[in-house]
């Protein structure tokens, strides 16, 4: 098992930034996928970017050239830069670690973290 704790969530005005951490409780297994998704109210949960063991990273159309994802292996977490915020960006922000053993894959979900772009 493993515990996902985020943070960096909050209330920004349009076209501020925000940094999301989500932090793994123990080291992560050698071939995974660790990254964001969000969802806002009434809508279905959708990636907004997520990152690979080997670097690889993947965006979602709508974050493309404001959002940055990055990693810290030694710490086993990642980070999610977002600016030029606005209002479409509002959500709940979720971490999700896919990691892939011999025997099949693992998926695990952090509590979610609120941010809010308002002026």
């Known amino acids: 098992q493993v515990q996902l704790v985020e943070s960096g969530g909050g209330l920004v005005q349009p076209g501020g930034s925000l940094r999301l951490s989500c932090a793994a409780s123990r080291n992560i297994f050698r071939i995974y996928v660790m990254g964001w998704y969000r969802q806002a109210p009434g809508t279905q949960r959708e990636l907004v970017a997520h990152?690979?063991?080997?670097?690889?990273?993947t965006y979602a159309d709508s974050v493309k050239g404001r959002f940055t994802i990055s990693g810290d292996n030694a710490k086993n977490t990642v980070y999610l830069q977002m600016n030029s915020l606005n209002s479409e960006d509002t959500a709940v922000y979720y971490c999700?670690?896919?990691?892939?053993?011999?025997?099949?894959?693992?998926?695990?979900w952090g509590q979610g973290t609120q941010v809010t772009i308002s002026s």
């Open positions: 990152i690979t063991n080997d670097g690889t990273t």
């Open positions: 999700n670690l896919k990691e892939f053993m011999a025997y099949g894959q693992s998926t695990y």
